[in-house]
């Protein structure tokens, strides 16, 4: 098995458990936004721990280049500002749709079409070509989330 299926496999794994504890945080506790940045404070501790062992190991190569703002280029402050907003706004929304919803199979299987916005895109931004496979999967992945949803 390649690589990158084994690691897309154990982030299917690691979404369905986020999932799953989401849903009962929201639908048991509270739907306030509140939950998901506190997760990010926590999450925010122990990135700062990885990083410190990473710094620590040596395999943080480009720590120098990033860890001085004046180093970084202003597009990557810029993304890496925009990708934090992102991250914050989907869990905001990811709550909300959770709250108000019924099956969070049935919202992530809306949530997931982004899938084929990102293949269209990056098919364009870098390079890589659309199969007729590709299209036929994304056909399947339209009829499925309707169905899904509407059944």
Known sequence: MEKWIYYSLILVIIYIIWTIMFEYVIKKHTDCLC??????????????????????????KHY???????????????????????????????AHALSHGGNSGHITSISNL???FVTVISTYLFDTKIKKEHIIGIGLMLGGSYFLTKC
């Open 35 to 60: 939950i998901s940045l506190f997760t990010y404070i926590i999450a925010g501790i122990i990135s700062i721990l990885i990083l410190k062992n990473h710094i620590h190991t040596g395999e943080c």
């Open 114 to 116: 982004s899938i084929i």
């Open 64 to 94: 120098e280049s990033i860890s001085d703002i004046k180093n970084i280029s202003k597009t990557l402050l810029l993304f890496l500002i925009i990708m934090a907003i992102c991250i914050i706004l989907v869990n905001k929304y990811w």
